[in-house]
């Protein structure tokens, strides 16, 4: 294995938790003032396919160079991902890949169906049939057990909001536990749209994440086929964690919208990836429209922050020091 790289010296150490277990608030590194989380929140990252993107490499190795610990793992289906037991699988491989090679503090899998919210006929949030699934009761549960009001717990969705939103149906008070940062839709100055990619899958579930929730915006994408190339890929870790990723690494989509990791790079990085970010809040006065994306328009005092601008070269970067740190794999 070719080390050419030393990791970055962080200058704090975060104790993580596996699920159930507890949280050391020791992190002492500098909140990032620009949004209401950083790299001490426990995660839950929220997916559906496993082989598109790097989002699940990226969050098991943030939670072993002192970013989120990575608390729990839900693997969703959705039309593009439609069999919840194969994609359960492909990310449950990953996590056996990581756990062998010597990544600490990686959760089991949670497989999650639920179907598509549906808009009840009274037009009221709180008439919502939910669908209870798995992955809205995990997001319930961990936010008890381990969320604080300093520490809220960060649910990474990468996919449709609907777990988010069934858990407030399940807990209305999950909201005061629980920040979404989801990889979705776009950003248009000034504006962000909560649409496609991944918010056109279930718009009332995104409806209700973004008035019920304290909700991160990221729809600032990059292309990540530069994360990981084909050359590079011979300098990958010499375990199988590294032989996971260069088997994988020609099924991550070209496309630029794929790049689901934006959501944990922007709220858990250890330095500034994500360099601007806007207060806002949903603009509901046309009412709820499924073919149209929901705004989000400035307001100072908003519940949703918008990401406006992200540093795509050090996602490479750091992804490239973790995986090559004699640190990262326990040794």
């Not at 070719?2 to 970055?8: D, E, S």
């Not at 990581?98 to 598509?116: Q, Y």
Request: hydrophobic fraction near 45%; glycine fraction near 8%.
């Amino acid at each position: 294995m070719r080390r050419g790289l030393l990791a970055l010296r962080l200058s704090a150490v975060l104790a993580s938790a596996s699920c159930g277990g507890t949280l050391d608030a020791g992190y002492d590194a500098p909140r990032n003032p620009m949004l209401p989380v950083d790299g001490r929140n426990p995660v839950i990252l929220m997916n559906d396919g496993w082989s598109d993107n790097w989002s699940g490499e990226y969050a098991a190795l943030l939670a072993n160079n002192g970013g989120p610990p990575l608390v729990g793992i839900i693997a969703n289906a959705t039309k593009y991902w439609p069999d919840v037991n194969a994609n359960a699988t492909g990310w449950t491989n990953l996590v056996t890949a990581a756990k062998s090679s010597g990544l600490r503090n990686i959760p089991d899998v949670t497989p999650s169906a639920g179907a598509k919210l549906v808009k009840p006929a009274d037009g009221q949030i709180d008439s919502t049939t939910p669908n209870r699934s798995p992955g809205a009761r995990l997001i319930v549960d961990l936010s008890r057990q381990l969320s604080t009001p300093v520490f809220p717990i960060v649910v990474l969705a990468d996919a449709p909001l609907t777990d988010c939103a069934d858990a407030y149906l399940i807990d209305h008070t999950v909201v005061d536990r629980v920040v979404v940062v989801a990889a979705l839709g776009s950003y248009a100055a000034p504006n962000g749209i909560m649409g496609g990619p991944n918010g056109d899958l279930d718009p009332w579930a995104d409806w209700i994440v973004a008035q019920r929730f304290r909700y991160v915006h990221v729809g600032t994408w990059y292309d990540q086929t530069s994360d990981v190339t084909a050359d590079w890929a011979a300098s990958l870790p010499a375990n199988a964690f590294g032989d996971w990723m260069a088997a994988k690494q020609s099924k991550i989509f070209t496309i630029k919208t794929a790049s689901d990791q934006i959501a944990g790079l922007s709220s858990g990085m250890p330095v500034q990836f994500m360099v601007s970010a806007v207060r806002a809040v949903p603009d509901t006065s046309g009412g709820f429209d499924a073919s149209q994306g929901l705004p989000l328009v400035p307001h100072a005092d908003g519940n949703v922050w918008v990401v406006t601008s992200i540093a795509t070269p050090l996602a490479a970067s750091y992804l490239r020091q973790w995986l090559l740190a004699s640190t990262t794999f326990g040794h």
